[in-house]
Nanobody, 120 residues
Framework: QVQLVESGGGLVQAGGSLRLSCVAS????????MDWYRQAPGKQREVVAT???????NYLYSVKGRFTMSRDNAKNTVWLQMNSLKTEDTAVYYC??????????????WGQGTLVTVSS
């Protein structure tokens, strides 16, 4: 089993910053891509940022230049640094990973989500 635990959400004023963390644990042999998704009330879940095992990143167009995703493979941890936050960034943010276990199983794992609320 592989688990993801997010932290770092909260309430912040527009223009402020937050840093989300996601730690993977369990029977992990390797982790491939990791992603941050978000889901705002009444909207579909969307991918915000992706980072490969090698550290290459891709971002949702609306967060480019404001959000930065990083990764520490040794710690099985990813972060999402969110700057210049806007009210439209308000959502539950989910960590997602594609991983292989020591039993050679491929697993797709989601965290429980962390709420980010940006006030005007």
């Amino acid at each position: 089993q592989v688990q993801l635990v997010e932290s770092g959400g909260g309430l912040v004023q527009a223009g402020g910053s937050l840093r989300l963390s996601c730690v993977a644990s369990g029977s992990i042999f390797s982790i491939n891509d990791m992603d941050w998704y978000r889901q705002a009330p009444g909207k579909q879940r969307e991918v915000v940022a992706t980072i490969t095992n090698g550290g290459s990143t891709n971002y949702l167009y609306s967060v480019k230049g404001r959000f930065t995703m990083s990764r520490d493979n040794a710690k099985n941890t990813v972060w999402l640094q969110m700057n210049s936050l806007k009210t439209e960034d308000t959502a539950v943010y989910y960590c997602h990973a594609d991983a292989h276990t020591y039993l050679s199983e491929y697993v797709e794992v989601w965290g429980q989500g962390t709420l980010v609320t940006v006030s005007s």
